[in-house]
C-alpha cells in the first residue's frame, strides 16, 4: 500500500475520536442527569475552556505543567536509559539493581508527597520529583527488555566490526536495536508522567493543570476539572503523536 | 434494615465521639438502620459522594459544607466545631503580625477550604490582600510540615495538623481564627455537619435524633475531654498528644450551640463570595430547626 | 584439567586452536556436547574449509574463533596471542547475515571502516567499491528489509571485505546466492585472499565448494564434534572441476563425510503416510 | 553458564537491596533529624509493622488491596490485551480507536474520582475502576507494540499451516509470538495499579494499604505511611518475582 | 486494466498464474517494479523449479501464489479457484525457516497437523515418522534456540510434509543443508511428490538440483522479473548427473542464466584496496 500520509489527513482520526467522545458525554449527560458539580456538559465545559483561554489563565497553567513533566520526563531518561541499557546487558547489576527498583515502582507518587516536600521544599524540583518517580520506571522497564530481547547475533556483529568497548556496543548497536521497545517505553512515561501532574501539584503549587483540577474539584466546580481533563487529553495527544513521528522513523522492525 | 451512609474525614469530629460513646446504637434499633461510616481524607470527594447519592449525611470542614449546601441538593445541619484553624509561622519567625506576611510565601491547602478565605480576610484586615504574597496550595496535612521546614514563612491549616505542629515545638501560632472572623460565640467556625436535601425530608425524625447525638457527644467531649480522647484516639488511630494538645489549649473549640443560624450562614456566604469561591448568585440551603430542637 | 600440560603459549602466526572442546546446557541443566577437544593448527595465509554434517559442531567452532564464545575448556590463540574477545582484524560472515535493519545498505557497509575511523571521504569511496563487488550499488540507499535473502548475504560480505581483515570466518557465506553470484564471489574471495594473504576460514556444505577455494580441507565428524580429516589441497589455482585430482579428492571427501552423515539416519523411515 | 537458581539463593539480592536501603534510610534520619512525623526511624517502623501484623490488621489491608488491584489488573488484561491484538494488526481499528486511547491515556486517576463515584459509587467497584484506569494502558501499548513487532513471516507460516481464522492466528501465533512484550506491559502495569490504590482508596475506604497511608498522612502518622510503603514495595517484589518466573518460561527470546 | 480480458475463469487444475506484476513502494513512495507481468500454467502433478538471479523476484511469485501478497495486477488460480488467502493445503517451507521459537521442535512439526484436528495419538506418530526422517527424533523436545541453521531447516521440512499438502511450495529449501542430508530429502521430496501426485514449486539456485528434482524448469530475468525460459525437462528419474542430456540441459540452462547475472555487474569493480 502507498502510505504518504498527509498532515491534516493524519489529524482527521483525531477529531473523529474527540466528536465521538463528545457525542458519547453529551449522551451520558442527557440519560444520566448527572449533578453538574459531577459531570457538566460538554458545552458548559467548553465555555469555561474558553474563558480560560482568553483570560490568559491556560496558557501558564500549561506551560507550568508542560515544563514540569518535560524537565522530569528528560531526566527520567537521562537516567532510566542508561541503567536500563546496563542492568540489560549486565547479570551482576541486573542482581543487585532490580530489586531496589522492585521495591520502589510500586510506591505512588501520592506517597512521595512527604518525603519530596522534605528534600525539595516547595520549588519546583519537589513536583518534578514526584513525576520523575511516575516516569522512571516505566522507561527502565522497557529498556531492559528491549536491550535483553536484542538478537544476540546483532551484538556479535557489533562486536566483531570494531565495537571494542562496552560503551561503543552500547551506543552503536545495543541502543538502536532496543530503541524500538525504549520508544514504547519513553511514550508511556510520558503518559504517566501527565498523570502525576494531580499528585505532584499537590505539592505547594501556584499554577499548572493539576492544580487547576483539584482546585476545581475541592470547590465543586467540575467544569474547571473537566476543562483540565480535556487540555491533558489533548496535550497528551499532540506530544503522543510527535513520538509517534520519532518512532516511525526508528521503528525499522516494520514496513 | 436500611443503611444511611455517613462520610467523615480523619478529624476530632463529634460524630466519631457519638458512635463510640454508643449514642448512635438507639437510633440504628429505633429507625431499623444501620449507620455506616465513610472515611474522605479530604472535602471533594465527600462532596462527589454525596451529589451522586451514594452518601446520605456528611460531616466535613465548613468550607466544603457550605460548598455543597450552595451547590448541590443539600443542607447545613449544624456546626460541629468552632475554631480550629490557625495560621502558624516557625517558631523562631520573626512575624510578629499578619502585615509581616507582605512579600513572604505562605502554605494552603487549597481553594476549596475555608481556609483559604479566612487568610483572605486576615490579609485584608492587614491592610494586604493576595497579590501582597506567595501563595503555595498543598494538602491541608503537609501544611505544618512545610511550616516547620520553613519551606515557606507562614502556613494556614486546621486540627489536627494546627496541633501536631505547636506540639512539635517549632512553630507557633501568628494568629487564630477567631481573631480574624468570629463567627459564633466569639470563635470561628469549623466543621459542619450536612446532608441530601431529599434525605432529610424523607427521614426528618431520624436526622433529629442523630443532632441530639452529637450535641450530647459534645457534652462528653466538653465534660470528660480525656474519654473523648481516648475515644478519637481508637476511633481514627490519632496520636494522644496531638489531641490533648489540641483541646487542652483550645486549638480546637466545641459548643453545645450547633446551630447554624441565619447570620453566621450569611456571613460565612458573605465572607467566601469575597473571597471568589462562592459566586453572588450562590446561596447555602440551611436548616437550624434541628440543631434548634438537638440543643433542647 | 587435562589440556593445562598442552596451553604454553605458541609464538608461530596463524591460528592454533588448542584442545577446544564444548557443551551447552539447556534449560533443565542437561549438557549436550557440541564440540569433543579440537586441535588445530592454521598457519597464517592458509584457506581452510571446514565440512561437516549439520549440527556437528562447526558455528560453534567458528563462533570460539571469533571469541564470541568462551571453550569449555583449551583455547585458541592468534597470532600468538589467547582469543579472549571479537576484534576487527577477524571479520566474520554469519550464517544468518546479521545485518542492522535500523541502518541502510551502504551505512550497514560502513559500519565497520566507522569503527576504524576511516575518514569519511574515503569511507564513501571504498562503501562504493565494495557495493559495486557485490552488485548492489542501485541498493545503497534501500532498507535492510526490503532485500531478499541473497542480496542481504551480499551486504554482509561487503560489509566483512571492506574492513579489510586479516582473517576472514565465513558461516556458509555462498549458500543463498546464485550460481553465478556465487562464483563472481568466490573469485573475489580467492583474488583478495592471495593479494592481500589473508587467512580464511570458511564453512560450507559444499565439498566441491571447498575444493574449488581451500589449501586445505578439514572434515568434522557428527556431534560431538571432532576432526575426522585434515588434508591439504596442493591443485593449482584456479582449480579445475574436471581434472581427475579434484574428482579422485572430492570422492575421497565425500566418502568421509557419507559415513558421518549417514549415522544420523540409522534406519531410514519406512511409513511416510501422513494422515 | 550454568544457571540452576536454588529458591534461597534467589531471595538473596532481595534481603541485600532490602537491607541497602534500610541502611541508607537510617544514615537520612541519622543526618537530617527529620521530625519523626515526616521520617520515621526504620526501626520505629519495623515496630510499628510488627504491631500491624501482630493484631491482624495489615492482613485485613492487604487483602483488600490486593483483591482491588488483582481485579483491576484482571479485568484489565482481559480488556486490554484482545483490544491491544486487534489494534496492532487491523490498522483501521488503530486509526480510530488510537486517537481515544492517546485522549484518555494522560489522565490521572485522582481526576477520574468524581466520574469513579458518579458511575459506580463508593463501594469496590469505584475503586476498582479507578486501579483499572491505571493498568489499563500499559498493558494496551505493550500488547500494540508486542504484536506489531512479530515477524511477518510467522504470521505467514502460521496462515499457510492452517489457522485460516484472525481468532486461530491470533491464539496460536499473534500471542505467542508477543507474549514476551504483553508480559512485560502486565508487569509494568501490575506496578502502575499497586501505585493507584491510594488514589482508589481515598474515595470512602475502610481498609486497604493506601487507606493505611492516606489515612496515616491525615492522621499524622508517618510510621503507618512508611509501614504501609515498606508492605507495598515488598509486595510488589513478590508478585513481579511471579511475572519473571512465568517471563523465564515464556522469554523464548532468549537462552 | 490491460489485464482484464484475459482473467476468466480457468477450470483446469493446477496453477494457473495470469498477468501477475508486482510492485513495492519505499519509505519514500518510491515505486521498484519486482515482476513484470508473468504467466505461468502449472498442471496439477508438476514439479516445477524455479531459478533467477539473486533478487529477481523468486520469492515474490511464491508469496503470491502462496497467498500471502496480493499481486498488483493480474491473479493466481488454483483448481480453477482463484487464490485470495493462504491455505493449508498449499504447503510453504520458507526461506528464513519461519519456526515458532515458543514451541520446541515436535511442537513446531505438530502445529500443522493440530489445526487440521488430527487425533492426538496420530499426531504423536506422524510427528516421529517425519522427524526420523529428517535425522532430528533426538532434538524432538529441544528448543528452537538450540539448533543450527540446517537443523532448523529440517524441522521446517518435517512441519510441512506431515500436513500433507496438495501443492508445496519451496523457497531454497536445501540451501543450508549438508550434500548427503540434502540428497536425502530431495529423495524423500521426490518420493512424496511421485507417490501423492503432489505440484511442487521450488526455488533454488543450483541449475543441478533443478534438473534432478523437477520435470519442468522456469528461469526468471532479472529485476522485474519477467519469465525467460520454460523448458519440460523430460529425462527418466533418478536422474543420472553425468548423462549426456543433463549436462547438456544444464550448460543451456547455465547460459540463460549467466546471461542474466552479469547484466547485475556491468563493469566489474578494478580496485578492491581497503585502506
Ligand atoms: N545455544 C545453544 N544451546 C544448546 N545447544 C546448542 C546451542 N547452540 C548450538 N547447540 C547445539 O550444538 C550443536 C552444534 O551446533 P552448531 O550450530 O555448531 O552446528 P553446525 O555444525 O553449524 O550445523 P549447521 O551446518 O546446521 O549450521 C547442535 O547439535 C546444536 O543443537
Ligand atoms: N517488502 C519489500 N519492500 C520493498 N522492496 C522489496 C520488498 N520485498 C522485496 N523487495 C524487492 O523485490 C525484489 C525481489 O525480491 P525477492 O525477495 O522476490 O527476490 P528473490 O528472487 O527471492 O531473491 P533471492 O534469491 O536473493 O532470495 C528485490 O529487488 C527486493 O529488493
Ligand atoms: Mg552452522
Ligand atoms: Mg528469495
Known sequence: MLNRIKPLQGALPYFIAGLAIITVWQIVVFLLQPSPAILPSPFKTANTLWELIQSGELFIHISASLSRVVSAWCLAALIAIPLGLIQGTNARFEKVFDPVVELFRPISPLAWIPLAILWFGIGESGKIFIIFVATFFPMLLNTVSGVKAVDPVMIRAGKILGCDSSFKLFIKVILPAAMPTILVGMRIAFGTGWAAIIAAELVAAQNGLGFLISDGMEILRSDLVLAGMVVIGVLGVLIDSIFRLIGKKVNWGQS | TTDVNIGVQPATQPIYIAKAAGYLQPIEEKYDVNFVFHSFSYGAPENQALATGAIDLASAGMGPAIIASARLP?????????????????????????????????????????????????????GLDINDIELFKTKGSNVGQLVTQKDVDAGITWDPHVSKALASGEAKVLIKAEEILPLKSNHYIGNGFYGRTDFIDNNPELVQDLMGSIVQAIELIKSEPETAIDYWQKEIGFPKDVISFSINQQVSVYSTDISPDASTVEKFTTFLQDAGILEASDTPKFNETFAKNAMK | MINNQVTQKSSSKGILIQNVSKMFYNAEGEGIEALKPVNLDIKAGEFVAVIGPSGCGKSTLLNIIAGFESATAGSVWVDGEKITQPSIDRGMVFQQYALFPWLNVSENVEFGLKQMQVPAEERKKIVHSFLELVGLQEFANASIMALSGGMKQRVALARVFCTNPSIILMDEPFGALDALTRSM??????????????????????????????NRIVVITNRPGKIKLDIDINLPYPRDKKSLEFRELEAQILSQLTDEIAKNYGVKPKSLTAD
Open chain 2, 74 to 126: 443539600a443542607q447545613l445541619l449544624a456546626i460541629t466545631i468552632l475554631e480550629q484553624t490557625a495560621i502558624l509561622v516557625p517558631s523562631d519567625s520573626t512575624i510578629t503580625s499578619v502585615a509581616d506576611l507582605k512579600g513572604k510565601k505562605v502554605a494552603y491547602p487549597g481553594k476549596g477550604s475555608q481556609q483559604f478565605p479566612l487568610l483572605i480576610k486576615a490579609l485584608s484586615d492587614a
Open chain 3, 185 to 214: 564471489l568466490q573469485d573475489e574471495l580467492l583474488a583478495i585472499w592471495k593479494e592481500y594473504e589473508k587467512t580464511v576460514v570458511l564453512i560450507t556444505h559444499s565439498v566441491q565448494e571447498a575444493l574449488v577455494l581451500a
